[in-house]
Structures are given as structure tokens and as C-alpha cells.
């Protein structure tokens, strides 16, 4: 029997612009009320955008406001603060 290969979502990196697997990559979505948010479940319903799990997608995504630009919102300094906190969590070095 022949199995067809099942389809495997790809999404593009805001930062470093690679595609990967849905799957490798962290969703961040903008709420009604104006804040970004991870989502782990990749399933909020809103605007999304994709970082890689590395500290350094997430400084370029934070820094060069490409994360701002792929969601159409501005980060407040709170709201950038909390994703910096959850950025240090990651792998890879950190020049934030």
C-alpha cells in the first residue's frame, strides 16, 4: 500500500525569515486588547506570528520592531518587557 506523505504546515520566521515546521516554531499573537501574547497552542484566534525558539530571533524580531510590523500593533514597554522575560528562558546567546 502507498501512503501519501501527510502535509506538514510551514510557517516563516519573522526574525531570520527561515521556514520551518509549524510545529519548531513559537506563535505570538495580538489580543483585541492591543497585547502580544505567546501561544502555546498555536490556536488563538487574532493575528499571529512566528519566532523561532532562539534568544537570538527573538532580540531581532524585538529590536528591529519586526514583530510590531508582521502583527500591525505597537508594543508597550510592559508588554515588550514580558516577552524579553520569556526570551532569557530560551537557547542561544542574548545580546538584549
Known amino acids: 500500500m502507498n ?3 501527510k502535509h506538514i504546515p510551514q510557517r ?3 526574525a ?3 521556514t520551518r515546521d509549524k510545529k519548531d516554531l513559537i506563535r505570538l499573537v495580538c489580543t483585541d486588547g492591543g497585547i502580544v501574547e505567546v501561544d502555546p497552542s498555536a490556536k488563538k ?3 499571529g506570528a ?3 525558539p532562539q534568544k537570538d530571533c527573538w532580540e ?3 529590536k528591529r520592531n519586526r514583530l510590531e510590523y508582521a502583527l500591525r500593533t505597537k508594543l508597550s514597554f510592559d508588554n515588550r518587557q514580558a516577552l524579553i522575560e520569556y526570551s532569557n ?3 542561544g546567546r ?3
Do not use: D, E, W
Open 50 to 52: 512566528y519566532l523561532c
Open 12 to 14: 516563516t520566521c519573522v
Open 94 to 96: 542574548s545580546r538584549i
Open 89 to 91: 528562558n530560551l537557547p
Open 16 to 18: 531570520c525569515r527561515q
Open 45 to 47: 484566534p487574532s493575528r
Open 60 to 62: 531581532i524580531g524585538l
Open 3 to 5: 501512503r501519501k506523505n
